[in-house]
């Protein structure tokens, strides 16, 4: 049977597609009204209708020439030690990514659905059968209260994503900087032995005005590579 271009063409597209977003609805809003109003507690909530708590949080900095950015992962799954091995292998997951060199510094940040915050952006992933489906429709309160020289970040989150199943989380969350679980040399950079050195961009209190498991197996985010 001889495939026409079209369909040919069509076949490409879908097979490069490697995460799935859901439509988003009109209205979505963050599940606290202010930082004070997040529980005191590991994040707890969620995702797609399945519940979903912190096992395992962690700070990975991307050094890789034009994909320089920051991101914070916290985790359904869980690892015997920090920075150690996250199992399940592809567990539910919500990335905080700072783009660039900033560095993330205490404040508070508010995410509207879809747009970045003070170049901040929030994600979720699943895994479902045989692919990854995702949400950046997030609408948030993010609060860093502390993040130290040695790289950790404490902070509280309460998030709700417009994915039309009401998936929402709030908590706490302390997160240790890992390294890259991905060899240097294959992603074109030197060793690093500590975190490395960054600008200032902390979060100033609203989107408008606002101003990281290491490289997993599906490897964050598919919306910024």
């Known amino acids: 049977m001889t495939r026409s271009p079209l369909l040919v063409i069509a076949l490409g597209l879908a ?18 009204d202010s930082p004070e109003s997040i529980p005191d507690a590991p994040l707890t909530g969620s995702i797609r209708g ?5 096992g395992d949080a962690r ?7 034009n994909y320089l950015h920051t991101d914070i992962k916290l985790s359904g799954g869980s690892s015997e030690a920090a920075c150690g091995e996250i199992k399940p292998k592809t567990p539910t997951s919500i990335w905080l990514r700072l783009e660039g060199d900033g560095k993330i510094e205490p404040g508070v940040l508010r995410f509207e659905p879809g ?3 003070g170049g901040w952006s929030i994600h979720y992933q699943v895994r479902d059968a045989e692919r990854w489906t995702g949400s950046a429709d997030g609408a948030a309160i993010l609060r860093i209260r502390a993040a130290t020289p040695d790289g950790l970040v404490v902070g509280d989150l309460a998030v709700c994503f417009g994915d039309g ?5 709030m ?7 890992c390294r890259v679980s991905l060899d240097e040399a294959v992603r ?7 975190p490395p050195p960054l600008k200032s961009a902390a979060p100033s209190g609203s989107a408008a005005a606002a ?3 290491a490289g997993a197996e599906h490897g964050g985010p598919s919306h910024k590579p």
């Open 15 to 32: 097979a490069c597609q490697d995460e799935v977003h859901p439509k988003a609805p009109k209205d979505v809003a963050p599940p606290a």
């Open 50 to 54: 399945v519940p979903f708590k912190l």
């Open 59 to 65: 700070v990975v900095v991307d050094h890789r020439v």
């Open 115 to 117: 747009k970045p915050a």
């Open 165 to 169: 199943e009401k998936s929402c989380v």
């Open 171 to 177: 908590g706490t969350f302390s997160a240790p900087y």
């Open 188 to 194: 074109g950079t030197l060793p690093v032995e500590a």
């Open 211 to 213: 101003p990281a498991d």
